[in-house]
């Protein structure tokens, strides 16, 4: 009788948190709609309707604005989006510290300095390795940085043997070496380079075209099934790691595979659009405040969060002060911040 | 019978030795024994050196198996060890917690199964009620007993209990004690439980373990251990041991002898 009565309170929950998902997944793709049919060549819905289903019946220009330039912008929002969330969860959970972020760990600090090491010595790169054009020099030479910081990472944590207190030191020690020699470029660098610097790190969706689109699906496809084959034992993580890893389960090796997780999509989504607010600490916490602690819903809802509030702030960064683009990264933390200081405030929750 | 021998068990932190050579008697299914000792005797590094070996050196045999040198996973499936720490407080609730326990573990419950054993063992232990609150709402108290859940879910061959009373009030001391003590003796398994409180291990326990600075002092019937003059040296404290009027023992603690540098030389170490 009464485990009936518990389960189906339970399962009641569960209903509940999967009917907020799908409002959650209906409001991606409502911005994701709005997001594509703003910009400032007024585009009619019809057109754009039309446009989607058979791009030639559009006039060249507007076949360039809807499928070169506004489609793969708005997609990539999402997609980013999914991608931080994901490994903002991963962080979160993994490392048990409701600060940790994949920026805590000094990957995207790291392709911050890749990018201005490219933007001040492009010469010298475009001199030396022929095979590297021009337009993906900034992405590649940030994500190579990335990767590095990464690498880093993981062996401190292979080799701590996972003790995630040193993760996280270790992460922000990256981090400020790598801002300090960022700084240290900005300081000897010519005030346009510092520009371009500047300009590269507030975050931008406009740098996107289809093949970044692509690239990141296909990395946040690939770990997704990983993350979510460890989805019980993050669950079994929030009971605190004495009680995991007494249960016998591994979580040293957990960590190491979800460090290298994180890393790689952080890693793949920086380089191309540049260090986008705190959209992986804000989209998961939200996530969380509303659906609780099962990582079955809460992993799915990290990454629409995030995803959401990435793609409300493109539409908004076109349409707040109009023929204006305002960068993206500076518009997620004034949409993420309010939210996420209001829930708190209405759930009266620790964090 | 299934039984479990534990034969010369050394582990040392650098250089300080913390389990010296230690040789615990046999244990036979339906055993329930206690593990006493002062603080830092190595009680608890006792039980998590069964559970991990890590550099520990040991020679272990379960039935007529010697499991020395089994895989950590193995090792978890024979043995489940309840931590000193409860679950941590976050807004996960109980039944979410034992659920993705279940599952995480790759238990062979169904899920009709598995609801009503988790149903079961949380009225087992009053907290049907907070089952969907999260833990970070629960006393300490309520959140131990989660851990205990946790543990009975897994119901593994051998119990570690870490000081599993500790946060409790009086009435869930010996409600735990003597549910655990039925349940060894139902399913046949064996427990191992470190314990300050002494009346308890007397009363809850077949045989006791007595342990002071990573060395094993005395084992046998509680009433073999537990003497005026153990209770002296080991735990410096003046006792007697009465009997009461329906024939049972309880030690009555009189005062502590004062002896200088008694926690000078050693505090609460934890294993990692």
């Known amino acids: 009788m009464k485990s009936t009565n518990l389960h189906d309170q339970y399962k009641f929950k569960s209903l509940q948190k999967v009917s907020f998902l799908i409002c959650l997944f209906t409001l991606c793709i409502v911005f994701l709609s709005l997001d594509i049919m703003t910009g400032p060549s007024n585009l009619s819905f019809l057109t754009i309707l039309n446009g989607l289903i058979s791009p030639e019946s559009l006039s060249t220009t507007d076949k360039i604005i809807l499928w070169d330039i506004r489609l793969p912008d708005a997609l990539i929002a999402i997609i980013i989006g999914c991608a931080l969330g994901l490994a903002g969860i991963e962080t979160q959970t993994g490392l048990n510290n409701p600060l940790a972020s994949p920026f805590t760990l000094g990957i995207s600090s790291a392709a911050v300095l890749g990018a201005s090491c490219a933007i001040v010595f492009a010469s010298v790169f475009t001199n030396n390795i022929p095979f ?45 070496l790598c801002n300090a020699l960022t700084s240290l470029l900005q300081y000897v660098a010519s005030a346009e380079a510092v520009q371009q610097i500047v300009f590269w790190t ?27 084959r460890n989805i019980w034992i993050m669950t079994l993580l929030r009971s605190g790691e004495n009680q995991a890893s007494s249960t016998g389960l591994n979580i040293e090796r957990y960590r190491l595979f979800m460090i290298l997780r994180v890393s790689v999509l952080t890693a793949f989504s920086v380089c191309f659009v540049g260090t986008i607010g705190f ?38 960064s076109k349409t707040l002060i109009p023929g204006i683009l305002i960068p993206v990264g500076i518009i997620t933390s004034f949409i993420g911040v309010p939210i996420l200081i209001a829930l708190i405030f209405m759930r009266g929750q620790r964090l | ?29 339906g055993d329930v024994i206690g593990l006493i000792g002062p603080n830092a005797a190595g009680k608890s590094t006792l039980l998590k050196s069964l559970l991990w070996p890590g550099n520990a050196e040991q020679i272990t045999t379960y039935g007529s198996n010697d499991i020395t ?204």
């Open chain 1, 132 to 176: 590297l054009p021009a337009p993906i020099l900034v992405p590649a030479v940030s994500l190579v940085f990335a990767l590095i910081a990464s690498l880093l990472i993981i062996s401190c944590t292979a080799f701590q043997s996972g003790s995630k207190n040193t993760i996280i030191l270790f992460g922000v020690a990256i981090m400020f």
């Open chain 1, 202 to 228: 507030i975050g931008n969706l406009t740098k996107a075209g289809w093949s970044e689109v692509i690239i990141v699906s296909i990395i946040f496809l690939i770990t997704l099934p990983f993350s979510l």
């Open chain 1, 279 to 316: 959209i992986g600490l804000v989209g998961p916490h939200i996530a969380r405040l509303i659906l609780g602690e099962d990582h079955r819903f809460l992993l799915p809802g990290a990454c629409l969060c995030s995803a959401v509030i990435l793609s409300f702030a493109s539409l908004l």
């Open chain 2, 1 to 29: 019978m299934t039984s479990l021998k534990i034969t010369q068990l050394n582990l040392w932190y650098g250089k300080h030795h913390a389990l010296k050579n230690i040789t615990l008697p046999t244990l036979n299914q």
């Open chain 2, 69 to 272: 040198h089994i895989s950590r996973k193995e090792r978890s499936q024979i043995f489940g060890l309840m931590t000193q720490s409860p679950p941590q407080a976050s807004s996960l609730t109980p039944y979410e917690l034992l659920w993705s326990l279940a599952r995480a573990l790759n238990l062979p419950l169904s899920n009709e199964v598995l609801q009503t054993t988790i149903a079961d063992q949380l009225e087992q232990f009053g907290l049907t009620e907070e089952a969907l609150k999260p833990l970070e709402s629960l006393s300490g108290g309520k959140r131990q007993l989660v851990g205990l859940t946790m543990l009975l879910l897994r119901s593994p061959d051998i119990y570690l209990l870490d000081e599993p009373t500790s946060a409790l009030d009086l009435h869930w001391r010996l409600t735990v004690l003597s549910e655990m003590r039925n349940i060894i003796k139902a399913k046949e398994k064996i427990a191992l439980i470190a314990l300050h409180d002494l009346n308890l291990a007397l009363r809850y326990c077949d045989k006791l373990i007595l342990l002071n600075n990573g060395e094993l002092i005395a084992s046998g019937k509680p009433l073999e251990v537990l003497t005026e003059e153990t209770l002296s040296e080991v735990y410096q404290v003046e006792a007697r041991i009465e009997t009461t009027s329906n024939n049972t023992q309880r030690i009555e603690i009189i005062a502590p002898i004062k002896k200088q540098n008694r926690f000078h030389s050693k505090g609460d170490r934890n294993v990692k």
